[in-house]
């Protein structure tokens, strides 16, 4: 037995000295604790989404995007250009070549919004693709009546956009993937230089002839049947037929079932990328979406391969579409139905179905109907502290907040959403540092900040949604991180 009488220099004697020795053991390993407590509830706070009460009352400024002086919007003549310019145009000739055949879609939409645009150019171009001929594409077109400008709100917007200051890839005339005979897409000025007599079509040409309208299968088998025995290399739909694709296929939730395995599969998809200029306008932006500290290689300064590696999602971001504006009316139309998911937004495997209500009380109808299509700022909150507790939300840092709402309502918004849960940063649209061309197509960034998000929360009626929606489930993104209001 060690003694315990023996005196020490400073007049302690053992057991003193073992009492003061305890008392600092149990000194730092209170230290550790509180140390682990503290990090393992931060960990758990950003995997769970609990709200804190100790949050600052507002989020840190983000500073105000410059402002852009220009009187006119931009009319984008150097991509004109460009497009003209596509190796596969041979403007020495005055009538298409033996192995030129092509397909226009002269019905295309007008004076509508990009997404509407975007989704019925997709099928235009997959419609072109499984007829083996070359799509004719044109501009995105509010207003072809000649003049440069339109007015839009009381604001000047460009009439016509070269759809490649929006996007890239074969629809624009890029080349198909290796091996692949398709012919490549050119434009429409091209396509009117060589082929001055054209065969026409109409709409009902095929849909009068199929079973089920709305199906994009369906038409698009019908119209490779009709095409296969047409030697006519200049084809063309009537411009008065209106669309092949409308928003009766669009608004249809089993149109694209059939059709999506191959349409997933096709370059239509594989090979959709977004223009250098939205892509620079990520870049630009991108300490709004990327983790901090991120090492990821800026989109504009790689070599394009496939959408799904181009396009990785981006950890710890959640993004969220709000439209507001026109949708207030749009939505009380649309609950007058009730309508259904849009036709892009329904795929079987998203987890988030939507029943419309069709009880016997029409004000509750439209109140439960309001929740889904036009939220309001306390059932947007609640429901991103309700996702972010699932499982795919495990480690969301920043949130992007996809909205045409007015400055007021995004500033209480994001205060809102900051006050209720634990973020690194909260930014909006609104926060975007854009030059002059890419602000008139601002929407395009939005969607591509959406199709790469960890976690995307859309609106079921808006074609906007669809087409991240169409990305997100083209390139395998898990589909449980996909959600709806």
Not at 17 to 36: D, E, H, P, Q, S
Not at 84 to 111: C, I, M, N, Y
Not at 201 to 210: A, M, N, T
Not at 416 to 444: C, F, G, P
Request: charged share 20%; net charge neutral.
């Amino acid at each position: 037995m060690l003694p315990s009488s023996l005196r020490e220099k400073d007049g302690l004697t053992r057991p003193g000295l073992y009492l003061r020795f305890k008392t600092r053991r149990y000194l730092v390993l209170a230290v550790i604790a509180f140390a682990l407590v503290a990090l393992f509830g931060r960990t758990f706070l950003a995997w769970f989404g609990v709200p804190r009460a100790f949050r600052d009352a507002y989020p840190p400024p983000i500073p105000p995007p410059p402002a852009i002086t220009s009187p006119l919007p931009p009319l984008y003549e150097n991509y004109h250009h460009a497009e003209l310019s596509l190796a596969q145009h041979h403007w020495d000739q005055t009538r298409p070549r033996k192995d030129e055949k092509f397909l226009f879609v002269a019905g295309h939409s007008r004076g509508c919004g990009w997404g509407n645009a975007m989704q019925e150019l997709l099928l235009n171009a997959y419609m072109a693709y499984r007829t083996g001929r070359s799509l004719v594409f044109a501009n995105y077109t509010w207003n072809d009546n000649g003049s440069p400008y339109s007015d839009y709100n009381g604001k000047k917007i460009p009439s016509l956009i070269p759809y490649s200051t929006i996007i890239q890839g074969p629809i624009v005339g890029a080349p198909f993937p290796s091996g692949d005979p398709t012919p490549l897409a050119v434009h429409r000025d091209y396509f009117d230089h060589v082929c001055p007599q054209k065969v026409t079509f109409i709409r009902e040409d095929i849909s009068e002839i199929i079973d089920f309208k709305n199906f994009a299968k369906e038409i698009i088998d019908g119209w490779h049947d009709k095409l296969a025995d047409v030697d006519e290399p200049c084809v063309q739909t009537a411009p008065n037929s209106g669309q092949i694709f409308n928003f009766d296929v669009f608004g249809d939730p089993r149109a694209m079932i059939d059709i999506w395995p191959e349409l997933a599969a096709s370059p239509i998809l594989t090979h959709f990328g977004w223009s250098p200029l939205v892509e620079l306008a990520f870049d630009t932006n991108r300490d709004m979406f990327l983790p901090s500290l991120s090492i990821e290689p800026y989109l504009t300064s790689q070599p394009f391969t496939t959408a799904a590696a181009r396009y990785a999602v981006v950890p710890g971001l959640m993004a969220i579409h709000l439209r507001r504006g026109d949708f207030a009316g749009h939505c009380e139309h649309l609950a007058g139905y009730p309508a259904e998911y849009n036709a892009f937004n329904s795929f079987p495997d998203l987890p988030d179905p939507f029943v419309p209500p069709r009880g016997p009380d029409a004000d509750a109808n439209r109140a439960a109907f309001r929740v889904h299509c036009y939220p309001s700022l306390e059932q947007i909150v609640k429901r991103v502290r309700e996702l972010r507790r699932a499982p795919a939300a495990r480690g969301l840092r920043k949130l992007y907040i996809m909205t045409n709402a007015d400055e007021e309502f995004t500033r209480e918004l994001r205060e809102a959403l900051w006050r209720d849960q634990d973020w690194q940063m909260i930014s909006s649209s609104r926060d975007l540092v854009l030059n002059w061309e890419q602000k008139y197509v601002a929407q395009a960034v939005d969607m591509l900040v959406g199709q790469r998000a960890q976690v995307f929360v859309g609106n079921g009626w808006s074609t906007m949604s669809s087409n991240i929606v169409t990305m997100r489930m083209a390139n395998r993104i898990r589909p449980d991180s996909t959600r709806f209001w």
